[in-house]
């Protein structure tokens, strides 16, 4: 159980072009998502927190205009990265938690490269 | 900011041998984690020890926390090939923050 996908495993883009990627909950209800990125050989820095049905909580420093979080639904959350740039490239990682639960659940991350 | 910090930043060792990766934080915390990501992957949680606890086992792993020195310790015994990875401790705040916050992550290989 508590299984979160991602899609794409993988993207490559054009610079200029917006990209959204998915983050499912297969097996129970996410009521709060969170989105992070990692860079190569780092670690991973928080870029905001979803609520279903609520906007998105975004930490400091993170473009809220540029990284546009959807949290539509118990079970799915899509961050649109706009107007990619080479500097967005990177690993992007989701967690959702369930009800009532703080354990977080990790998706096996979307590879993001921006040409 | 990171608050937790991995020390050392990258061990080396062979098969058999114990490693022992270090955690550091500097906030009060409810809860500590310990995960691992395989190079180009996602994150497996690997042992949560609440702050009211001091050690935890989980097969080879054993975790300590010092709530007093704002620490944690991961111990993995007998280590095997296939334990080669990063290793990230991670953090809650108090308060009823649902949000982590990782440290730098530490690379463990362990030679055959």
């Known amino acids: 159980g508590a299984v979160v996908s991602q899609h794409p495993s993988w993207v490559i883009c054009k610079s200029g072009t917006s990209v959204k990627i998915e983050c499912r909950s297969l097996?129970?209800?996410?009521?709060?998502m969170f989105w992070y990125r990692q860079f190569p050989k780092q670690s991973l820095m928080l870029m905001a927190t979803?609520?279903?049905?609520?906007?998105?909580?975004?930490e400091q420093g993170v473009e809220k205009d540029k990284f546009l979080i959807n949290h539509a639904s118990l079970t799915l959350s899509t961050l649109t990265v706009t107007s990619a740039h080479p500097e967005d490239s990177s690993f992007y990682i989701c967690?959702?938690?369930?009800?009532?639960?703080?354990?977080?659940?990790f998706g096996p991350g979307t590879r993001l490269t921006v040409t | 900011s990171q608050q937790g910090e991995e020390d050392p930043q990258a061990l080396s060792i062979q098969e058999g041998e114990n490693a022992t990766m270090n955690c550091s934080y500097k906030?009060?915390?409810?809860?500590l984690q310990w995960y691992r990501q395989n190079s180009g992957r996602g994150l497996v949680h690997l042992i949560l020890?609440?702050?009211?606890?001091r050690e935890k086992h989980s097969g080879r792993l054993r975790v300590t926390l010092d709530t007093s020195k704002k620490s944690s310790s991961l111990l993995i015994t007998a280590s095997r090939a296939a334990d080669t990875a990063s290793y990230f401790c991670?953090?809650?705040?108090?308060?009823?923050?649902?949000?982590?916050?990782f440290g730098k992550g530490m690379k463990l290989t362990v030679n055959p």
């Open positions: 967690s959702a938690t369930g009800t009532g639960s703080f354990e977080q659940y």
């Open positions: 020890i609440r702050s009211n606890e």
């Open positions: 991670a953090t809650d705040a108090t308060g009823g923050s649902e949000k982590l916050v």
């Open positions: 097996d129970f209800q996410a009521t709060t």
């Open positions: 906030t009060s915390i409810n809860n």
């Open positions: 979803s609520n279903e049905g609520s906007k998105a909580t975004y």
